[in-house]
Nanobody, 119 residues
Framework: QAQLVESGGGLVQAGGSLRLSCASS??????MGWFRQAPGKEREFVAA????????NYADSVKGRFTISRDYAKNLMYLQMNSLKPEDTAVYYC??????????????WGQGTQVTVSA
């Protein structure tokens, strides 16, 4: 299965932007997505994208602010995060095997990248 490495996290002020990247080993044909886990909470769905990029899904909390995309030439997936809020603070994980209802990510998981949004 794919090995995943997340990057691009950091500290940003509320209202700012970050772009997260997810590098996968080999070609990924499955639906992919982003999840996040805040302190004391379970991992939750953020966004998903079909392998072709033609279909996307977003959690209600990020609709209109986050955009998920894929770069097939570079074997990367991105999460562009705009208008960030303190409640977006979490460790963000990408996943290469997304499905189910509610939307769930099936392993493997990478190490994640920390996003911290200050007020």
């Amino acid at each position: 299965q794919a090995q995943l490495v997340e990057s691009g996290g950091g500290l940003v002020q509320a209202g700012g932007s970050l772009r997260l990247s997810c590098a996968s080993s080999g070609r990924t044909l499955s639906r992919m997505g982003w999840f996040r886990q805040a302190p004391g909470k379970e991992r939750e769905f953020v966004a998903a994208i079909s392998w072709s990029g033609g279909s996307t899904n977003y959690a209600d909390s990020v609709k209109g602010r986050f955009t998920i995309s894929r770069d097939y030439a570079k074997n990367l997936m991105y999460l562009q995060m705009n208008s960030l809020k303190p409640e977006d603070t979490a460790v963000y994980y990408c996943n290469a095997n997304v499905g189910g209802s509610p939307i769930t990510g099936f392993g493997p998981w990478g190490q994640g990248t920390q996003v911290t949004v200050s007020a």
